[in-house]
């Protein structure tokens, strides 16, 4: 029989079986564990989106930058306190105009300034350290106030206050144009063990505009001129602890002499007599 025939033949024929139905897709457990994983999913991405708006609010993430830092054209820009955890490197730190700029430390800290020449300063709980060639405190309009190098140390302010109770100490020379006190406080000089030497070689000025001026001694006060004249100028100078000698006509005999006074304040001494010799010796006063 040919083939075309059997085919026709073999559809022509009553089936005893019912039509077949096949099943296509997932059913029973395996829809509902499916329907819960999905379920899951989107709660999850819920979470998550919730999660990512709450961080994005409480940073406060902007288009210029994060929470208090905002990101400019010449740089960083950080507002209010702000806590470094790990090390910072910058070219610049400054203040904002007008505000103060306030560096805390907990434990210690290492500025370093790295170029040419090594700059550090160290902070810490109990010192202060700064390594350098060469360390200078300027005011905003730069002059000078402190400097400080290995040959120098120069303090270009117009006034040096040394506010302890013990004053200042110096264990070497000091060279100074003027050494003044307060108003209305005093001025010590003193040298607890050794000596006190002021030189100057055109003269050295001790005055006391408004009180007294004392010079004491255990030993001996001397006041020497090499090639000038001492001058006591005061309306009254007293010698109040001068010895007074008395006549003894059996003792020996003594050279004695008188202190005679020039009209011009000079004084000398004349060798005393039976009366006063001082006009005898009136030449000195010439």
Request: glycine share 8%.
């Amino acid at each position: 029989m040919p083939q075309e025939q059997y085919t026709h033949h073999r559809s022509t024929m009553p089936s005893s079986e019912g039509p077949q139905v096949y099943k296509v897709g997932i059913y029973g457990w395996r829809k509902r564990c499916l329907y819960f994983f999905v379920l899951l999913l989107m709660i999850l991405i819920l979470v998550n989106l919730a999660m990512t708006i709450w961080i994005l609010k409480v940073m406060n993430f902007t288009i210029d930058g994060m929470g208090n830092l905002r990101i400019t054209e010449k740089g960083l820009k950080l507002e209010g306190d702000s806590e470094f955890l790990q090390p910072l490197y910058a070219k610049e730190i400054k203040s904002r105009p007008g505000n103060t700029i306030y560096f805390l430390f907990y434990r210690h800290s290492i500025l370093k300034i790295q170029t040419k020449i090594l700059f550090s300063f160290i902070t810490g709980p109990k010192a202060i350290e700064a390594y350098g060639k060469k360390f200078e405190v300027k005011t905003v309009s730069g002059k000078l106030l402190f400097s400080a190098d290995d040959n120098e140390v120069v303090v270009g302010a117009e006034r040096l206050r040394v506010l302890g109770a013990e004053g200042s100490v110096f264990p070497k020379s000091i060279e100074t144009p003027n050494v003044r006190a307060d108003p209305f406080k005093e001025l010590r000089l003193e040298s607890p063990t050794r000596s006190l030497v002021m030189e100057a070689p055109k003269g050295v000025e001790i005055n006391a505009e408004a009180g007294n001026m004392e010079a004491t001694c255990r030993t001996e006060l001397r006041l020497e001129s090499k090639d000038g004249e001492i001058k006591l100028d005061a309306a009254k100078i007293k010698l109040p602890r001068l010895p007074r000698g008395s006549y003894t006509p059996t003792g020996t005999r003594q050279k004695v002499f008188e202190v005679c006074v020039c009209a011009n304040g000079r004084l000398f001494l004349s060798q005393a007599g039976t009366g006063s010799t001082c006009q005898i010796n009136t030449s000195v006063c010439l």
